[in-house]
């Protein structure tokens, strides 16, 4: 089945290889998949530690304009 999104090729080390094929394994998922899945929850938990330190900045009473909040999501 042909496909249009775009494609990231990597070499992992094989404990890293392992331990992804496992988690496949159990969610009867591609290794694919699993890493898309992998790889989109890294993703969130970046953007969350990016707004966690605005709310932080905000609580000590510093607060930033939306176009300066959307400038430090983008540097993240």
Known sequence: MATRNPRINTVLEPPLFEAVEALAKRDRVS???????????????????????IAHSRRKGKWISHAEVKRQLEAQ
């Open 31 to 53: 290794l694919s998949q699993k890493v898309r899945d992998l790889l989109r929850e890294a993703l969130e938990l970046v953007e969350d530690q990016g707004l966690e330190a």
